[in-house]
């Protein structure tokens, strides 16, 4: 079933998808990702997980869903994560902005990001989750594309050695 990490991988990595999507997870021994829980353990107060069926939101206000990040190293994926989380609430007939906050700004000008599911983005949306679909169909993973983001990750040694 897709989810919000699913939605972000579609960015990031088709391989790394595929594999999360089948239940491979590399992520235990990633020193990203235990960096990425102790800062939300940190700001308990800032980061209030809300669950609903395989959906963990961060953050519910009033007015907005938001997502917390440790960069903006994947600024796209991050955004569309948080429009995924807009549209599940969305069909349950709850109506959100999305407010994205960064921990640390490298690429970007600003720690906080506004998003908002409009019916441009939610057409976008609803393409790539029908990509998502067609990905995580296939009975093996694509063919791994080595980039600069290869090196920290925790699929490294998996796809390339």
């Known amino acids: ?23 491979i ?6 020193e990203d990702v235990r960096i990425g829980k102790v800062l939300h353990e ?3 107060n800032k980061v209030q997980e809300v669950s609903f069926e395989n959906i963990k939101l961060d953050k519910i206000t009033k007015e907005y869903v938001i997502e917390v ?13 948080l429009l995924y989380y807009l549209y599940r609430l969305k069909q349950k007939g709850i109506i959100k902005k999305g407010r994205l906050e960064l921990f640390e ?26 990509e998502i679909d067609q990905l995580i169909e ?3 993973p694509p063919k791994p594309v080595f ?9 490294y040694e998996f796809c390339f050695l």
């Open 1 to 23: 079933m897709i989810n919000g990490t699913i939605i972000n991988y579609y960015f990031i990595c088709k391989t790394k998808l595929w594999l999360h999507a089948h239940r």
């Open 25 to 30: 997870n590399l992520e235990d021994n990633s």
């Open 42 to 44: 940190i700001n308990e």
């Open 69 to 81: 990040k440790k960069s903006d190293s994947d600024i796209k994926a991050a955004k569309l994560q």
């Open 105 to 130: 700004k490298n690429k970007q000008d600003k720690k906080i990001h506004t998003v908002i599911l409009d019916e441009k983005e939610e057409a976008r949306l609803l393409k790539i989750l029908e």
């Open 138 to 140: 296939l009975s093996a």
């Open 147 to 155: 980039t600069n983001k290869c090196k920290r990750c925790a699929y």
